[in-house]
């Protein structure tokens, strides 16, 4: 493994150590969702970034962001890294911690039609999509 790769796996792992009361509410409410054939992980190293949270065979980023995701400097950040991972054949969800404290059911329907495409869709299992390009995914080491 590069240092770069153990890098990343190091701080994804550290993260994971130091979640946020938020992310800790999202990660014992994401059990709540029925995800057939797969799962979420949380705080996964996608390609060059960290993601919050993933179902990797929905190709599914749920990002939870706090009061400095709304500097500007972060903002572009943010759009750069969101950019790349669509490229990639993810999609993204963000929520501000503060959507997700006043309106969990509402982020977890959202969450629910992202995988599913809406919140009355019935829960099947989830193929695994095509990435765009048809290389290996980067968080396997592609």
């Known amino acids: 493994m590069s240092n770069i790769g153990r890098f990343r ?3 994804a792992k550290q993260l994971r150590s130091n979640t ?3 992310e ?7 059990k709540s ?3 057939y054939g797969s799962h979420f992980r949380r705080q996964v190293s996608i390609g060059p ?3 919050d949270f993933v179902c990797l065979k ?4 749920v990002e939870l962001d706090g009061g400095h995701h709304a500097d500007d400097a972060v903002a572009v950040k943010d759009e750069c890294r969101t950019r790349w991972l669509e490229s990639e ?4 969800i963000r929520f501000w911690n503060v959507e997700l404290i006043e309106n969990m ?10 995988l599913y495409g809406s919140p009355q869709s019935e829960a099947v299992a989830l193929p695994t999509p095509p990435r765009p390009d048809g290389r290996p995914s980067p968080s396997r080491g592609g």
């Open 20 to 22: 946020t009361g938020p």
């Open 105 to 114: 059911p509402g982020v977890l329907d959202t969450i629910y039609a992202g």
């Open 24 to 30: 800790q509410m999202l990660w014992r409410a994401l």
């Open 33 to 35: 969702i029925p995800v």
């Open 49 to 51: 970034y960290v993601a």
């Open 89 to 92: 054949g993810y999609r993204v």
């Open 58 to 61: 929905a190709r599914l980023i």
């Open 9 to 11: 796996r190091e701080s």
